[in-house]
């Protein structure tokens, strides 16, 4: 029997994994997968819900590692980690995503001398302001394996000089989760709860610190969101650390004085897909939700310089908009007067990708 670890740690890494757990199930009696979570996030908003919504089995371990800077938080891991790997000894070593726990991890099974591979890997910002963006170089440069979402990762890894034959063009493992849970979130309610309707609302997240950690900057965003509230109703589920800073910085009359806007708590995915799905329009600063409303052909504005995901940008629906306020301002006035952008679905974002995923490192192991 071999056996897999896969790395769970922030919201973002449920979604990619839930899928990755299934497909193995084909292949219970040669491979025991199991799921390891850091505790990287710990709400229940943020992560419990997340194991209900996907069908997701409790974690195998929980290392409840918490928030921290990043040197503390990644430290931690990789001391809890190594525990993890010494006591299971793991044949193979899945890490997902950009987080923290990605690179933590990863850096541990490698130097433990386990296979490791990268579920989304090759994706590039080139900001090296990102902390996202030196996770995915690091977690790249050692990694055995590579199972990529876009032409660009392929072509980033092999600029890189990885191995051809470990690069495995795969699809998209976020995108087999959405097809997973879509009949759930058509059937949810929660909009009409609002007191609103399909289509009749623009959806928000904004929780990077390049957005949301200056007063200034998230000042800005909150005062385009109120003015874009005369127009349409905003759904806004706030992230824990935009939330803190909106209290700190002495925001939230912004928020108060505009009952269009609809500040949320953080939901599970099936509710957070429901309100994408029926959104007249997103706008975002996530990595994530770029490829989700592209898979659903939703129109999406990514408040930011760059995006590590520009398959969203050329065949989907997403359009990057530079985080100053005549940008944000122009981008939104364009949405609500002009015609839409039209997207495509990009090549292997058909559900599948888990499958292949297990296919191959069925062979390889
Ligand atoms: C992390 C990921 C980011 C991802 C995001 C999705 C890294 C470097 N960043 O950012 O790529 O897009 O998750 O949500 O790994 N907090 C809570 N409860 C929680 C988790 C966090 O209150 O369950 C608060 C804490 O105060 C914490 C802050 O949010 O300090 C930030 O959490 P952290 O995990 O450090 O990074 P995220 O901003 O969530």
Request: aromatic share 6%; hydrophobic share 40%; net charge negative.
């Amino acid at each position: 029997m071999k056996k897999i670890i896969s790395v769970v740690g922030a919201r973002p890494n449920f979604m990619k994994v839930a899928p990755i757990h299934r497909a193995f199930q084909r292949y219970s009696s040669d491979i025991e997968h199991s799921i390891v979570h850091t505790g990287q996030h710990y709400d229940a908003a943020m992560s419990d819900a997340f194991f209900q919504d996907l069908d997701m089995p409790e974690p195998a371990v929980f290392l409840g590692i918490g928030s921290g800077s990043h040197a503390v938080q990644t430290a931690k891991v990789m001391v809890e980690f190594e525990k993890v790997c010494e006591n299971i000894r793991p044949d193979l070593v899945i890490v997902v995503g950009d987080v923290n726990s990605t690179v933590g991890c990863s850096l541990v099974s490698v130097k433990m001398g386990i296979a490791t591979a990268h579920v989304e890997a090759g994706l590039r910002s080139f900001d090296r302001a990102m902390p996202e963006e030196i996770n995915r170089i690091a977690t790249d440069a050692i990694c055995d394996y590579w199972f990529v979402t876009e032409q660009s990762g392929i072509d980033e890894l092999h600029k890189q000089g990885a191995p051809q034959h470990n690069i495995f063009f795969v699809g998209n493992t976020m995108i087999d989760s959405l097809h997973y849970a879509l009949p759930k979130a058509k059937k949810s309610q929660f909009i009409h709860k609002l007191g609103l309707t399909e289509k009749s609302y623009a959806l928000i997240t904004m929780h990077r610190p390049s957005n949301v950690d200056e007063p200034e900057q998230l000042r800005t965003l909150l005062l385009m969101l109120a003015e874009l509230s005369q127009l349409r109703d905003i759904v806004f589920p706030v992230h824990p650390r935009t939330r803190k800073n909106i209290e700190i910085f002495g925001l939230s009359d912004i928020i108060t004085s505009h009952p269009r806007m609809h500040l949320i708590d953080p939901q599970g995915y099936i509710t957070f897909l429901h309100l994408m799905m029926n959104a007249d329009f997103v706008m975002t600063d996530s990595g994530g939700i770029q490829e989700e409303t592209t898979a659903l052909g939703v129109p999406c504005l990514t408040i930011r310089t760059t995006t590590e995901r520009p398959v969203t940008t050329s065949l989907g629906t997403n359009i990057l908009v530079q985080p100053s306020p005549n940008s944000i301002r122009q981008a939104l006035n364009d949405m609500v007067t002009l015609p839409r952008k039209s997207g495509q679905i990009p090549p292997l974002w058909d559900g599948k990708a888990a499958d292949r995923i297990a296919d191959i490192i069925y062979k390889i192991l």
